[in-house]
């Protein structure tokens, strides 16, 4: 599993509520993604890293922003979570010269 | 019309049959991925290929560049595979890898 977890597992919020979804990975490597996943839409990119600091906007980047301050952290972060971002939400990383993608086991959100 | 398309969305197969899952894409690309995710939800790499035939045990990757063109194949086929198989693919220079991906097979292999 390329040492990557992911917290909360679950987690139910309130429409307006902030939410924070934390990925963290043991092995220092340089890229990390969050994707989304929902039926009929297979998995959607919303922000990758590509180092400390160092982030940028996927596919649906709206309503998200992302901070990493460590290698081995990036965080994901509803302002001000809406119904449309229920979903669960994978955290993966690129490895190697062959850039495999390894994933998290995902973060089930409900905002209700 | 999405950039990656796969297809049956749905199989159910007996085990011991020959599985073939398709995938179409209409952009260029780098490299194309096969991602297996089980019910449980959790995704893991299968394949990454950018040209030729990959084999894993029983599984078999292919690509065919020209036609933008990639088949999954398992032989002998067990309960134990069923889960979602998802195609991926991968454009522009090396660095960040940012995949597109289909909308997934549900394979389900009855015993």
């Known amino acids: 599993d390329a040492g990557i977890t992911q917290s909360p597992r679950h987690k139910v919020t309130e429409t307006g509520t902030p939410v924070t979804l934390r990925c963290h990975q043991t092995?220092?490597?340089?890229?990390m993604y969050w994707y989304r996943q929902d039926p009929g839409h297979g998995l959607r990119l919303i922000h990758y890293?590509?180092?400390?600091?160092?982030?940028d906007k996927g596919e649906v980047s709206d309503g998200y922003s992302v901070s990493r301050s460590k290698t081995e952290d990036f965080l994901l972060t509803l302002e001000s979570a809406t119904s449309s971002q229920t979903s669960v939400y994978f955290c993966?990383?690129?490895?190697?010269?062959?850039?495999?993608?390894?994933f998290g086991p995902g973060t089930r959100l409900l905002v209700l | 019309k999405n950039e990656v398309e796969q297809s049956p969305q749905n199989l159910t197969a007996q085990e011991g049959e020959f599985i073939t899952i398709n995938c179409s894409y209409s952009?260029?690309?780098?490299?194309l991925h096969w991602l297996q995710q089980h019910p449980g939800g959790g995704i893991v790499s299968l394949f990454m290929?950018?040209?030729g035939k990959k084999k894993h045990g029983r599984l078999i990757a292919t690509i065919n560049i020209q036609e933008k063109h990639s088949s999954l194949h398992i032989t002998a086929s067990h309960p134990r595979d069923s889960a979602v198989y998802i195609c991926?693919?991968?454009?522009?220079?090396?660095?960040?890898?940012?995949?597109?991906f289909g909308q997934g097979t549900r394979l389900t292999i009855n015993p």
């Open positions: 092995e220092n490597h340089r890229y």
């Open positions: 991926a693919v991968r454009s522009g220079i090396q660095g960040a890898q940012k995949l597109v």
């Open positions: 890293s590509y180092g400390v600091k160092d982030t």
């Open positions: 952009v260029g690309i780098s490299a």
């Open positions: 993966a990383i690129s490895v190697g010269t062959l850039e495999t993608q390894y």
């Open positions: 290929l950018s040209s």
